[in-house]
């Protein structure tokens, strides 16, 4: 039996990441061609791939994945364990692996905030939303509010001061 694997797949920062002023981030973290605003925060064991975009003020808890295609805007909280996806499965029946045209964007407003471990199918957030932990997101959601469950459906509005 070999003591080696055939590939050794290597994490870290990788130095193509582009990011703003003040950024903090947990070595444990596998970060590749993406791009963060100011003012973020990524936590251990975090995965961010390429071409993701993130704006400022942006914390991102340990153990959540942001796949390709992936955009997060302004002021959002990513909750710990909190899972993107780009491929639904829906139209092959099975992972469309690297058939890149097959996979779907996830596209994340202002100030939205996610509860640990959701998980996000690839749809529209508008700004001010709040997502229950352990929330499974399937359509888009289009006005502000607070949202939980499986599938996520409209709980209550937002606190009066949530933003400010
Ligand atoms: C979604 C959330 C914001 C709702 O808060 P709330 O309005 O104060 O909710 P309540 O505690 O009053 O619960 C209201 C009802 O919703 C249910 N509920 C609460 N959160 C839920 C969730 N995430 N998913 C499904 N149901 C949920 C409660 O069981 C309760 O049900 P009941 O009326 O049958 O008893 C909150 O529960 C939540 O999930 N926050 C995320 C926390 C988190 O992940 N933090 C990460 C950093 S540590």
Request: charged share 20%; hydrophobic share 35%; aromatic share 10%.
């Amino acid at each position: 039996m070999p003591n080696q694997p055939e590939k050794l797949f290597q994490i870290g920062i990788n130095p193509d990441v582009k990011f703003g002023k003040n950024f903090r981030v947990s070595n444990a973290s596998n970060l590749y061609g993406c791009e963060l605003g100011d003012d973020c925060f990524v936590g251990p064991f975090v995965e961010i791939q390429k071409g993701v975009k993130i704006g400022n003020n942006v914390r991102i808890q340990s153990h959540s994945f942001l796949c390709e295609l992936v955009t997060i805007g302004d002021d959002c909280f990513i909750g710990h364990g909190v899972m993107f996806t780009n491929d639904t499965f829906s139209d092959l029946g099975r992972p469309a692996y690297t058939e890149r045209e097959q996979w779907k964007p996830t596209n994340i407003g202002k100030r939205v905030t996610i509860g640990s471990n959701a998980t996000i199918l690839p749809v529209n957030i508008c700004d001010d939303v709040i997502i229950g932990a352990g929330s499974v997101v399937t359509k888009n959601i289009t006005e502000p509010g607070i949202y939980m469950g499986v599938p996520a459906r409209y709980h209550k509005p937002l606190p009066p001061n949530y933003g400010k």
